[in-house]
Nanobody, 122 residues
Framework: QVELVESGGGLVQAGGSLRLSCAASGRTFSSYTVGWFRQAPGKEREFVAASTRSGGTYYADSVKGRFTISRNNAKNTVYLQMNSLKPEDSAVYYC????????????????WGQGTQVTVSS
């Protein structure tokens, strides 16, 4: 069992930056692929980025070059650095772990955090 807690969301102007954190308790993060997803009102939850156990990183095309996923296994924490934010990045951001299926689909993960709101004003 893994418990995930996201933090770092907030209100930022377009072009600004935020860093989200996903802290895990329970089993060590180093053994998990961890993903970030987001969900805007009225839209489906969508893949943002993932960090694999072997150190690979993957990004949605919409955030490539602007967002960076990283992990600190000693702190059992995964980060999402978000730069050059756009109003369309506004959503609740979730981290997920425990890959059981496809890495870019929500059903592919066993464990989820409660989410953190990111709002980008124009």
């Amino acid at each position: 069992q893994v418990e995930l807690v996201e933090s770092g969301g907030g209100l930022v102007q377009a072009g600004g930056s935020l860093r989200l954190s996903c802290a895990a308790s329970g089993r060590t993060f180093s053994s998990y692929t961890v993903g970030w997803f987001r969900q805007a009102p009225g839209k489906e939850r969508e893949f943002v980025a993932a960090s694999t156990r072997s150190g690979g990183t993957y990004y949605a095309d919409s955030v490539k070059g602007r967002f960076t996923i990283s992990r600190n296994n000693a702190k059992n924490t995964v980060y999402l650095q978000m730069n050059s934010l756009k109003p369309e990045d506004s959503a609740v951001y979730y981290c997920a772990a425990g890959l059981v299926g496809g890495m870019v689909i929500p059903d592919g993960y066993n464990y989820w955090g409660q989410g953190t709101q990111v709002t980008v004003s124009s």
